[in-house]
């Protein structure tokens, strides 16, 4: 109880500050190929900081500005170019009576065909959708078989309509541990057109973050285990299921080292590189899972989404909002 009160001072001492002209870290270059993909002189710049845990980008293209959670504040904020950050929405991923737990917002976000909010609520154990300019909340999925879901964590959108989405323990007040789990499972599950929900993978130890290859061939799912902190690859068949996974890449080496961070969101440019967030900052992997290079944030990294015209690097590393240009183009501009 009292790491919880502390939790809520802090929420309310917290100051949101716009710093447009303030760089961190650095970009490491690991091969020759991610010149084209980053700039030599490439910086990672600054844009919001004094978030408690800043997650899930997503830019919308139409009124062009970003919207990111901070999931211990149950906040989604939203960052456009000059202008402050400011409230979007609140609650954001719990809508009960507080305290819940030191994750209770909303995670992974994207904009789904029709333009509305999708978030996965960790507190509200569920995927749902928004309109964004007018608000009122639709459940598209809370359940599977009746269990309810543990904390949807981040989804993805496959170009038929069809969702697909990670559910590890982590926005659950206890975790794994957590009384009220219903499920024995940290699955990936996907939702098709109809709401039918199905179970895809069910032998992952942590997944978070995934998407697809530009193709929707192959489904990439990161997981977010110490001991197992790979990049999955799964075949994607023909009825929307997944064929056997294999290990794309494997960061556990980066753990043993002590940098900060797990594999968590991951997006994939138009080539088919992966910028996946990991030990360290972003890893830039090539299709065949060469590490071509690190933007290295300093703290534990989120997630990452591509802006703009497709070719602006959003990431949210713990504290901080942060955008690094690139010479490539995100998947969906």
Known sequence: MKNIYLLLLIIGMNQIVSAQSKNIGQIARFDPLLDNLLDKDAKIEVLGEGFIWSEGPVWNKKEQYLLFSDVPANIVYRWKESEKITEFLKPSGYTGIMPYGDEPGSNGLIINQKGELVSCEHGDRRISSMPLNIGG????????????????????????????????????????NDPSRETPLFGVYRVDKTG????????????????FSPDET????????PAQAYIMSYPVLADGKVGKGKILFDATPMVKEG?????????????GNIFTTGPGGVLILSPDG????RIETGEATANCAFGNDGSVLYITADM??????????????
Do not use: C, H, W
Request: charged share 25%.
């Open 320 to 333: 901080y909002l942060l955008r690094v240009k690139t010479k490539t183009i995100g998947v969906g501009f």
């Open 137 to 176: 909340k639709r459940t598209i999925a809370d359940n599977f078989s009746g269990k309810r879901f543990n904390s949807p964590n981040d989804i993805v959108q496959k170009s038929n309509g069809d969702y697909y989405f990670t559910d590890p323990p982590y926005g659950l007040p206890m975790k794994e």
């Open 259 to 271: 940098l900060k961070g797990l594999p968590d969101g991951l997006k994939i440019d138009k080539k």
């Open 218 to 225: 192959v489904l990439y799912v990161a997981q977010s285990d």
């Open 290 to 293: 060469k590490l071509l290079g």
């Open 196 to 211: 039918i929900v199905s179970l895809i993978i069910d032998n992952l130890t942590r997944p978070n973050g995934l998407a």
